[in-house]
């Protein structure tokens, strides 16, 4: 059974710029979470969707931004890039949402860079 | 303001003996705790789960450990191996929070051979 797919695995993008990254959760999987981690705040929640709405978000700009389609594969966003936003974004998925024993899987992380 | 903290920034075990890395957390409503292993370069991978119904779960050399009245779990894993060295992250999730899971800052184990 495959795993939760991100891609890309590695880009570099120029301040101001802005990038998509895309997650594909495991099978059956509907709840697609984003997380960031940077080397000073640790992983921090983004933002969760199921079933094409979004459920939860965390504690970011505007900036950051996401959607889910219909076969559950997840895209997020950040526009207007700015040096701090370099980390690495992981996203994650699990079968159901809001429930307690709900488990969540991550992916292998896209690493973003800006310069 | 940290409501999930690991305040062991690392650990180092010799091969075969116990590691046991701790977590606190703050928030009485958390009644779902996890925790991760992470290499460098990949993502984390779930390691082991418990309820807050429950105060012990075992998953082969892996146990997790809940005292809900001190707000603290422990993961206990024996015999420790070289492989087992990576960053540890402790998670916490309330029912109603959805998918928000609040992570700790982690502890880098080392097993040394």
């Known amino acids: ?115 | 303001d940290q409501q999930v903290k690991q305040n062991s920034p690392s650990l180092s075990v010799q091969e075969g003996r116990i590691s046991i890395l701790n977590c606190d957390y703050t928030n009485s409503m958390f009644d779902y705790f996890l925790w991760y292993k992470k290499y460098p370069a990949e993502g984390p991978t779930f390691l082991i789960s418990i309820s807050s119904i429950k105060d012990k779960n075992e998953d082969g050399r892996f146990t997790v450990f809940l005292n809900k009245s001190a707000k603290h779990l422990s993961l206990h894993i024996v015999p420790s191996q070289p492989g087992d060295s990576a960053v540890y992250f402790c998670a916490a999730s309330a029912s109603n929070y959805g998918q928000n899971f609040v992570f700790g800052p982690g502890t880098r184990l080392s097993v040394l051979p």
């Not at chain 1, 710029?17 to 983004?46: A, D, K, M, N």
Request: glycine letters at 12%; proline letters at 3%; a positive charge.
């Open chain 1, 1 to 115: 059974k495959a795993g939760v797919t991100q891609t890309p695995r590695y880009l570099i993008k120029t301040r101001g710029q802005q990038v998509t990254l895309s997650c594909s959760p495991i099978s059956g999987h509907r709840s697609v979470s984003w997380y960031q981690q940077t080397p000073g705040q640790g992983l921090q929640f983004l933002f969760e969707y199921f079933s094409e709405t979004q459920r939860n978000k965390g504690n970011f700009p505007g900036r950051f931004s996401g959607r889910q389609f219909s076969n559950s594969r997840s895209e997020m966003n950040v526009s207007t890039l700015e040096l701090g936003d370099s980390a690495l974004y992981l996203c994650a998925s699990s079968l159901k949402t809001g429930m307690a024993g709900n488990t969540i899987y991550f992916g292998e992380g896209s690493w973003l860079t800006v310069v």
